[in-house]
């Protein structure tokens, strides 16, 4: 039995392919209507803070597993001395929460990384204030300020234009309570791109290729795989990624985030769960991260992570300003030739994650024509700034 604290879309399609599998699951979802819990076996209701639901979770699961980052390490840590399997493992999670943490032991690691400062605002304003000031005077203006927990989709992420809204970030942060900041040159991107490596429990790793990524502020529009980048830059991407996975040791799937800039590779962060950059590869890819991640917790043989076909495009689909529900527009989207549609069974708001779609063609410009004609249908157009010609 695989237990899986969260109950957003990742955990239900994580039940989906171990529903295929004929494995048991148990969820602890923190409202009884969330996405996942009509995909889940059994179903608890309670928060990852909360030691007892835990404790219950534990009681049933051989092994437990996570949807989010929102977890408590310190009661992870309880459960884990207390003889449960809690995997990615109590430390790959903790690097892996805190974004100052792990841009450190990356760039200790040699990892390449934006160039970056933690500031440790427990010292004060100024000290805070002469660390963004060294960033900014070797890479001048405007500098990067980073929440290093509890960030997600571009919150907790903001541009700081100049000394004047430094020092307002430097206030907010401190008045908010957080001890640390995270600040780092705005790095001129030329791509994103991410890579998913699954690492089972005996160390061995296989890894999905690099994919390039679209995000408008912030939020993932569209994956691409292999996008239009060259072979040696997704090369370079794939063994940067191994590299920094190796660094994190999370048993499970570990989703690497970079930046091309001028030819070079950076890591910015990684998510030790399946990822939204992940999710062409359930159709896309001849073992998807969702089954590769449940091999892995429960010490299966990992599968290949070849692709199906020469290009794999996946579109994000939100709610449509207007309030309506992509779910009664199904129709519309499965006129498209080879669509694949998932929608998360979300209550529909706008601008609201509600599923994604995927298409596998010869011709990559084709995918992904036929992806976003098919968002379309779903009421998702290309936001300004993603162009299909
Ligand atoms: P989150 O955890 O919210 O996803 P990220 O660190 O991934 O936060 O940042 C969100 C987006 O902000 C990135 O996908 C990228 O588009 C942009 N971004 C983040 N860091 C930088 C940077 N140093 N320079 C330029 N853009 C950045």
Redesign the pocket.
């Given at each position: 039995m695989v237990g899986v604290v969260g109950g957003g879309q990742l955990a239900r399609m994580l039940f989906e392919a171990a529903s295929a599998l004929g494995i048991d699951t148990v969820l602890l979802s923190e409202q009884p209507d969330d996405a996942a819990v009509a995909a889940a076996g059994r179903v608890l209701v309670g928060t990852p803070g909360d030691l007892l639901a835990m404790e219950a979770l534990a009681a049933c699961a051989d092994v437990i597993t996570f949807d989010h980052e929102q977890v408590d390490l310190a009661v992870l840590s309880q459960l884990a001395e207390h003889g449960t399997t809690v995997l990615p493992g109590v430390a790959a999670l903790e690097l892996a929460v805190d974004?100052a943490t792990m841009r450190q032991r990356f760039f200790d690691a040699g990892v390449a990384v934006?160039d970056f400062e933690v500031l440790d605002l427990r010292q004060g304003a100024a000290v805070a204030m002469a660390a963004i000031g060294r960033v900014a005077g070797r890479a001048g203006w405007p500098v990067?300020a980073?929440a290093t927990r509890g960030?997600?989709?571009?919150?907790?992420?903001w541009p700081l234009e100049s000394k004047e809204a430094a020092a307002a970030a430097v206030e907010r942060s401190i008045a908010s309570g957080a001890s640390t900041l995270l600040v780092?040159?705005?790095?001129?991107?030329d791509t994103?791109l991410a890579v998913l490596v699954a690492t089972g429990t005996d160390g061995t790793s296989v890894a999905w290729p690099a994919v390039e990524t679209t995000?408008v502020d912030?939020v993932?529009r569209e994956v691409l795989a292999p996008g239009h980048l060259s072979a040696d830059l997704l090369a370079r991407a794939g063994d940067m990624a191994r590299r920094a996975a190796r660094e994190v040791a999370a048993v499970g799937v570990l989703a690497v985030?970079l930046?091309a800039t001028g030819g070079e590779v950076l890591v910015?962060?990684v998510a030790a769960r399946p990822h939204n950059t992940g999710h062409w590869s359930i159709e896309g890819a001849t073992t998807s991260q969702f089954e590769n991640h449940l091999r892995a917790v429960l010490s299966l043989p990992l599968g290949s992570t070849a692709p199906r076909a020469p290009a794999v495009a996946s579109v994000n689909v939100f709610g449509p300003a207007d309030g309506s529900d992509p779910r009664r527009m199904l129709a519309g989207a499965l006129r498209v030739e080879g669509a694949h549609v998932h929608l998360y069974g979300k209550e529909a708001r706008p601008g609201r994650k509600l599923g994604h779609v995927t298409v596998l063609g010869d011709d990559p410009d084709d995918a992904r024509r036929r992806a976003w004609q098919c968002a379309g249908a779903l009421g998702t157009l290309p936001p300004p700034g993603v162009r299909l010609d």
């Open positions: 974004k934006p990067m980073k960030g997600y989709d571009g919150k907790g992420v780092e040159a705005m790095v001129p991107i994103e995000q912030g993932c985030e930046f910015n962060e």
